[in-house]
């Protein structure tokens, strides 16, 4: 059983020092307007770390630990904040975090880091002319507060941004970004509903994976890397979509919408689709709350990976458990591509039995890969917010994955298979 301990070095734990400093140091009290000092929580203004000489030295070789690795870039301290970005942006209610204020913050980061950052937002209108009707039929109800696919590129000082010419991958994380589910026609109970503005965590991570890539700019990764939000409201209404309708994707395949509330595949099959049509990504990440299913299994303490490509995952593994966010590799049989095949359509977004619905989630997802693109699907719902704090992880938002999925991305140089 792996434990972690052989493979976390000095490193990772000056690395885990100062999260864990900066992340106790932190409180989500942004909407509290009282003064007292238990609500507006602790102060830290420096944090001193002793490293015995040997390891300030350059001939030290500890995975190329350098101190100035912490003093020129800042690396450890911008994830870190990072990581509390994502716990402040995740723990905003919908009536503060609504679809078009999710395209502000990629807007505002993209301004702060104009070289190195550029940001497509794909409307509504935009969406239905490409024919991505999947993420459209999901905010269909939402007529104050439509679809948007936000990507955010950031490509490093050794690549043109033309991934096609360099044979390398381009990486894109996509995000499930449902800034609130009503769960549709298939109405939450008001117990199921009240906390699914957390339903947006995956696109906020990857917001703040972004982030963490555009200030550690003296770290960079060898391939392209987009963050793809995909932004939506399920609601109610006339215009909700009805379960059973038959919606149809660019790539040609038809799904049966049988469970409206099983919505966040339909908006990340959307971005997939995108984020390989008009950005050529080919190494695909998806970073979802996507379903019960997982929590079922996994619980609170780790988040489901499901992939075609085996190392990725693995060394997603790997990354986690040096930054004590814990993964557990899931399956993806033939029987669960089976589970998900239309009645009257190609596909079906939700077998009736709910056994297995996290790997079938994650066969519907596999249905929208081009030829050659690979896929690690991480479902997070267990993991991505907590009702009591664990350890390191707070209550509320925990930012779970913008440490292990930033560092993998880092740590991969990708090309092409085919
Ligand atoms: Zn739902």
Redo the contacts with the bound molecule.
């Keep these: 059983m792996p434990t972690g301990d052989d493979i976390v070095t000095l490193n990772d734990m000056i690395n885990m020092t100062i999260r864990a400093t900066t992340g106790a140091n932190h409180i989500s009290n942004r909407h509290i307007n009282s003064e007292t000092a238990a609500e507006k929580g602790t102060h830290i203004d420096s944090l001193f770390i002793n490293v015995p000489k040997k390891f300030t030295q350059s001939s030290q070789n500890d995975q190329n630990f350098t101190l100035s690795d912490y003093t020129s870039n800042y690396n450890a301290v911008n994830t870190a904040e990072s990581e509390i970005f994502a716990r402040e942006v995740g723990n905003e209610p919908s009536n503060y975090a609504f679809n078009a204020q999710m395209i502000k913050y990629c807007e505002l980061l993209t301004q702060a880091h104009p070289n190195r950052l550029k940001l497509k937002v794909y409307d509504e209108n935009k969406l239905k002319e490409m024919g991505h009707n999947l993420i459209v039929s999901v905010g269909a109800a939402s007529t104050d507060n439509p679809p948007a696919i936000a990507v955010l590129e950031y490509t490093p000082d050794n690549q043109t941004g033309n991934d096609v010419t360099t044979k390398k991958d381009k990486i894109a994380i996509v995000g499930k970004t449902?800034t609130f589910?009503t769960?549709?026609l298939?109405l939450?109970p008001w117990k199921y509903m009240i906390d699914?503005y957390y339903?947006k965590l995956g696109g906020v991570n990857t917001l703040a994976i972004m982030r963490t890539l555009a200030l550690n700019h003296g770290k960079q990764p060898q391939n392209s890397v987009i963050g793809a939000l995909a932004i939506a409201e399920?609601a109610i209404g006339s215009k909700a979509t009805h379960p059973s309708a038959i919606i149809s994707e660019p790539n040609g395949k038809t799904v049966s919408v049988v469970s409206?509330?099983?919505?966040?595949r339909l908006a990340l099959a959307s971005a997939i689709g995108l984020v390989q049509n008009e950005h050529n990504a080919t190494s695909i990440y998806t970073m979802a709350t996507l379903t019960g299913s997982v929590m079922v299994g996994l619980g609170n303490y780790a988040a489901g990976v499901f992939t075609n490509d085996n190392n990725k995952a693995q060394d997603v593994i790997k990354m986690g458990l040096k930054n004590g966010e814990k993964y557990w590799q899931m399956p993806v049989f033939q029987q669960h591509f089976k589970n998900i095949k239309g009645p009257y359509s190609d596909l079906q977004n939700c077998n009736l039995s709910s056994l297995s619905d996290a790997s079938n989630a994650a066969a519907f997802l596999s249905n929208f890969l081009n030829k050659g693109s690979s896929l690690v699907h991480l479902d997070i719902a267990g993991v991505a917010s907590l009702d009591d704090g664990d350890g390191m992880m707070p209550k509320g938002a925990t930012g779970f994955g913008v440490h292990s999925v930033y560092e993998h991305v880092v740590s991969q140089n990708p090309t092409k298979k085919f």
């Design positions: 449902l589910d769960g549709g298939e939450k699914m339903d399920n409206p509330d099983a919505e966040g």
